[in-house]
């Protein structure tokens, strides 16, 4: 099991004698440990963008920047009622993450 999650040894106790590695062996790990990390593509960010400007979103924070301008155009505005109700559905979230991990335990 270790040779397949760690094929060249990089994460054992032991310690290493870097006169064993060859820099040929060298640039071949890195160049290997390189592809595995997730590349920027194209396709990725086109999956990211249109996640991130789905429908729901721009309408929700359309939705912010209007009912903030609404509030100071007509003098109604108070920053902390309006940062209350900013951060609360975040907190929400966090909290009821916490109970259900505290669950799991």
């Known amino acids: 099991m270790d040779k ?3 094929p060249f040894d990089l994460y054992s106790d032991d310690p290493i004698n870097y006169d ?3 820099s040929e062996e060298a640039k071949t790990i890195v ?3 390189k592809k595995r990390i997730k590349q920027h593509t194209v396709k990725n960010f086109f999956t990211s ?3 991130a400007s789905s429908i729901y979103r721009l309408i929700g ?3 912010l ?3 903030f301008f609404y509030l100071v155009n007509h003098k109604l505005f108070d920053p902390y009622a309006y940062m209350f109700g900013l951060i609360i559905v975040p907190i ?9 991990k505290s669950k799991e335990d």
Do not use: Q, R
């Open 61 to 63: 924070y359309a939705g």
């Open 49 to 51: 963008f249109t996640a």
């Open 92 to 100: 929400g979230v966090l909290v009821v993450n916490f109970i259900l």
């Open 20 to 22: 064993e590695i060859s």
């Open 31 to 33: 160049h290997e440990e």
């Open 65 to 67: 920047v209007i009912g």
């Open 4 to 6: 397949i999650d760690d």
